[in-house]
C-alpha cells in the first residue's frame, strides 16, 4: 500500500469511528423518502452539476492567468471566516500575525520562521463555489488555490488514475486528488500551508497532500481536544510525512495525542500557544481582557453546554444534565449568579434555550465561553474543549456523565476536574465543586491565576468594572 492510500484510509477510519463514538444515543428522525424525478427534474440536475463547471472553469482561467498563488516559497494561511473574520482593508500578513498571536511577545509566524521575505495568500475555507464577500477583498478561497494548483491536464491525469487505481470509488478519487496536489507542492518547493482550521474534508486532504512533499512545510493550530478515534489518523500522518510539520497548542500544557505532542511548537520556555478565535475578536495588540469586579465578586457558577450533530441537542440527554444542575443551584443556592454559555452552533438566540433558561429564572452572557472561564471559579460541563480549558487555568470542573473511552485519558486525569458517574452523583458532587471553588481566592491564588492566564493563554488581565456581563 502507498504511503498517500494509507493516509486517505486512515481519515476515512477516523472519520466514521469518530461519528460512532460522539454520535448521541437517540434514534435519528427518519428521512422522507423521495419520490420519482421526471424529465424535467433531470434537466434541473443537470443544470445545476453544469453551471458551477462553467464558473470553476472562467474561475480558473482567472487564476491561473492573474493570480501568483503559483509561486514558490509562500505561505498559504487556510482560515475559516466565520471563525477568524478578517477586518477591512487589512494587509494578508497583518491578518496572520494578528489572529496568531501567541502567549509570547511574537506570532506563531515568528517562531515558524517565517519572514517577509514569504509572501502570505490567504485561502477561506467556504462552501461550494461560495465568493468572499467585499469585506474579504484580497482572499481567494480554498477552491481557488486548488484550481490554481491544477489544470485540465492535471484533472485529466487525475480522473485516469483514479479509475486504473483499486478499492472504492471514492478512496480512488481522494487518492488520487492528493497524488496529483501533492505534485504541485513538489514543483513549488518552500510553500509552507497553516492551517488555522481543520473542520473540512478539503482542507484535509490538502494537508495530506502537502504532507507528502519533502519540501513543504505544514502547521496546524489546534483549536480544541481531540476524541481518540482521531489518534490513529494522526499516528499515520506523523508516520507517513515526507515534509516537516508542526502543530500549536490551543492553549500551553493541554494534553494532546503523543504524535501531536512530539511535533509541538516550543520555545526555551515550553510551548507556543495561540487561540484564533480569540485573538481575531480581541482588538487590543496584546489580548487585554478586562474583569467585571461586579461579576468577580459574585462567584458565578458557568454551565458550558454541548451540541449534537445528529438531532435537536434539547432533546438529548446531555441537555437534561444540565438543566438537573441548573435547577439543582436554582434550589440549594437561589442567590448565586448561574450562567449558561451556548455551544457557538446554538447561540444565545435559541428560541428553545431562552424559554428554558426563563423557566429557571436564568439567562445567558454577552460574554464569551472563555471571558466567563476568567470570572467563574466552577464550571460544569461534558466535552467541551471550554471545559478542559478551564482546567488549564486551575478552575475547578464538574464533567457531568459521558463515555471516557471518547477522551484521552491525560486529558481526564486533570487534579482540577471532578467526574459524575450519573445524574444523582452529579448533583451531589456538584456542592464539592463549590465548595473547592470557594476556598481559592486567597491572593497567591489570584496572582498564579494571571500568571497562568499569561503563559498559557497569551492573555492579560485588567479590572473594568465597566465591563458588560
Known amino acids: 500500500m502507498d504511503r498517500i492510500t494509507r493516509v486517505v484510509q486512515a481519515h476515512d477510519k477516523m472519520r466514521s469511528d469518530t461519528q460512532?463514538?460522539?454520535?448521541?444515543?437517540?434514534?435519528?428522525?427518519?428521512?422522507?423518502?423521495?419520490?420519482q424525478t421526471g424529465r424535467r427534474n433531470h434537466l434541473a440536475r443537470l443544470g445545476a452539476f453544469l453551471a458551477p463547471l462553467m464558473l470553476w472553469g472562467l474561475r480558473w482561467l482567472q487564476l491561473r492567468f492573474g493570480s501568483p498563488l503559483q509561486s514558490s516559497n509562500r505561505v498559504f494561511f487556510i482560515f475559516d471566516p466565520a471563525r477568524t473574520p478578517r477586518q477591512a482593508s487589512e494587509a494578508p500578513a497583518a491578518f496572520m500575525d494578528r489572529v496568531l498571536r501567541s502567549n509570547r511577545a511574537s506570532s506563531v509566524g515568528h517562531h515558524l520562521g517565517i519572514s517577509r521575505t514569504h509572501r502570505v495568500s490567504l485561502l477561506a475555507v467556504l462552501p461550494g463555489i461560495?465568493?468572499?464577500?467585499?469585506?474579504?477583498?484580497?482572499?481567494?478561497?480554498?477552491?481557488?488555490?486548488?484550481?490554481?494548483?491544477?489544470?485540465?491536464?492535471?484533472?485529466?491525469?487525475?480522473?485516469?488514475?483514479?479509475?486504473?487505481?483499486?478499492?472504492?470509488?471514492?478512496?480512488?478519487?481522494?487518492?488520487?486528488f492528493v497524488a496529483k496536489v501533492q505534485s504541485y507542492f513538489s514543483a513549488h518547493p518552500g510553500s509552507h500551508i497553516i492551517l488555522s482550521t481543520s473542520n473540512s474534508y478539503l482542507v484535509e486532504l490538502i494537508r495530506m497532500a502537502a504532507l507528502s512533499a519533502q519540501n513543504t512545510t505544514v502547521t496546524e493550530v489546534l483549536h480544541g481536544i481531540a476524541a481518540t478515534s482521531m489518534e490513529p489518523y494522526y499516528d499515520t500522518l506523523s508516520e507517513t510525512a515526507l515534509g516537516p510539520h508542526h502543530y500549536v497548542n490551543l492553549v500551553a500544557d493541554l494534553p494532546q495525542f503523543t504524535s501531536i505532542e512530539a511535533h509541538l511548537l516550543c520555545d526555551a520556555d515550553g510551548q507556543i500557544a495561540s487561540n484564533v478565535s480569540l485573538n481575531a475578536r480581541l482588538a487590543d495588540p496584546e489580548n487585554k481582557i478586562a474583569l467585571n469586579q461586579s461579576l468577580l465578586s459574585a462567584r458565578p457558577v458557568l454551565i458550558i453546554g454541548g451540541y449534537s450533530a445528529d438531532k435537536d441537542y434539547f432533546e438529548t440527554e446531555f441537555f437534561a444534565q444540565e438543566r438537573q444542575i441548573m435547577a439543582k443551584l436554582r434550589e440549594t443556592a437561589p442567590d448565586r449568579r448561574v450562567i449558561y454559555s451556548p455551544h457557538p452552533q446554538i447561540g444565545r438566540s435559541h428560541p428553545t434555550l431562552k424559554n428554558e433558561l426563563e423557566q429557571l429564572g436564568l439567562a445567558t452572557s454577552a460574554l464569551s465561553t472563555l471571558e466567563l472561564i476568567l470570572h467563574c471559579p466552577a464550571v460544569v460541563g461534558t466535552f467541551s474543549s471550554s471545559a478542559f480549558e478551564a482546567t488549564m487555568l486551575e478552575r475547578q470542573v464538574l464533567l457531568l456523565p459521558f463515555d471516557a473511552a471518547i477522551l484521552p485519558p491525560a486529558l481526564l486525569a486533570s487534579p482540577y476536574i471532578t467526574r459524575a458517574n450519573s445524574a444523582e452523583d452529579a448533583q451531589e458532587k456538584l456542592e464539592q465543586v463549590l465548595e473547592k471553588a470557594d476556598q481559592e481566592q486567597s491572593p497567591d491564588h489570584l496572582q498564579e491565576f494571571a500568571r497562568l492566564c499569561m503563559t498559557r493563554f497569551g492573555i492579560s488581565l485588567v479590572h473594568d468594572s465597566e465591563h458588560p456581563s
Open 130 to 176: 461560495t465568493r468572499p464577500g467585499t469585506d474579504l477583498r484580497g482572499t481567494d478561497t480554498l477552491m481557488d488555490g486548488i484550481l490554481a494548483w491544477m489544470g485540465p491536464s492535471q484533472l485529466a491525469a487525475l480522473i485516469w488514475d483514479a479509475v486504473h487505481r483499486s478499492g472504492p470509488v471514492s478512496q480512488r478519487l481522494k487518492t488520487a
Open 20 to 35: 460512532r463514538l460522539v454520535s448521541d444515543q437517540n434514534a435519528q428522525a427518519p428521512r422522507a423518502a423521495s419520490g
